[in-house]
């Protein structure tokens, strides 16, 4: 529906998300922790702060289903190739590689490359996924 003068304007229905948020002590620390952040002028105190704020902050995240790039830059870390490697077949620097693996961490709910390898076989077993044919 468009927009016109003297036409209400189009309202999209609101989102439902179901979320189960952190609990009341995480959250709670979550509040410590940016009050911390604050105060703290120490690097390695710092770098542990927000390592363990980024930890609880993701941790709660609802797991999403990696987009087709990711997809391919998964089966290649499952395959076993270095992010060297991965960054050839892209045409990319190994350096946006350790950008993309970041993210899809995090997306996925692992720590490791290890375990991204171990979720991507697991699904590929139980049939939720399916691999490329080169």
Do not use: C
Request: proline share 6%; hydrophobic share 35%.
């Amino acid at each position: 529906m468009d927009w016109r003068p003297g036409r209400e304007k189009f309202e999209y229905p609101p989102r439902v998300v179901s979320f189960l948020g952190p609990s009341q002590e995480e959250q709670k620390r979550i509040r410590e922790l940016f009050k911390q952040l604050a105060e703290v002028s120490d690097p390695v105190l710092l770098k542990d702060l927000q390592s363990e704020l980024r930890h609880l902050l993701t941790a709660q995240a609802p797991l999403q289903k990696p987009n087709r790039r990711q997809l391919w830059i998964i089966e290649m870390v499952a395959e076993g190739l270095k992010n060297r490697e991965i960054a050839k077949n892209l045409g990319v620097t190994p350096q946006v590689v350790s950008n993309y693996l970041h993210t899809i961490y995090a997306k996925m709910g692992v720590h490791n490359r290890l375990k991204l390898a171990l979720w991507y076989e697991d699904q590929v077993y139980e049939g939720k996924l399916h691999r490329r044919t080169n």
